[in-house]
Nanobody, 126 residues
Framework: QVQLVESGGGLVQAGGSLRLSCAASGRTLSMYTMGWFRQAPGKERDFVASIEWNGANTYYADSVKGRFTISRDNAKNTVYLQMNTLKREDTAVYYC???????????????????WGQGTQVTVSS
């Protein structure tokens, strides 16, 4: 079982940037598609972005397209989410997740992911 730990969240003003990291232990991530999700208070956990196991392809929710970039460093067993031009509506707890199965693409449904981190809070102020 893989353990995922997110970091990099915090408080930022609207228009600012943050970079989230997700470090894995217990299993190599190099064969698994990875994703980022977010959950605002009182709302469901929504898909943000995913990246294919080999980094060849990415997919984004419409709400973050052009502002967020997902990337990965398989040598470091780490996935990143660069968030630019942040808006108040980006405020949420952000979770990284690993696909249940290896070597799949595309993967973007919450049910496709089997391992989750504990989340990191991102708060965007006006």
């Amino acid at each position: 079982q893989v353990q995922l730990v997110e970091s990099g969240g915090g408080l930022v003003q609207a228009g600012g940037s943050l970079r989230l990291s997700c470090a894995a232990s217990g299993r190599t991530l190099s064969m698994y598609t990875m994703g980022w999700f977010r959950q605002a208070p009182g709302k469901e956990r929504d898909f943000v972005a995913s990246i294919e196991w080999n980094g060849a392809n990415t997919y984004y929710a419409d709400s973050v397209k052009g502002r967020f970039t997902i990337s990965r460093d398989n040598a470091k067993n780490t996935v990143y989410l660069q968030m630019n031009t942040l808006k108040r509506e980006d405020t949420a707890v952000y979770y990284c997740a690993a696909d249940k199965f290896a070597l799949r693409w595309p993967v973007r449904s919450r049910d496709d992911f089997g391992s989750w981190g504990q989340g990191t809070q991102v708060t965007v102020s006006s």
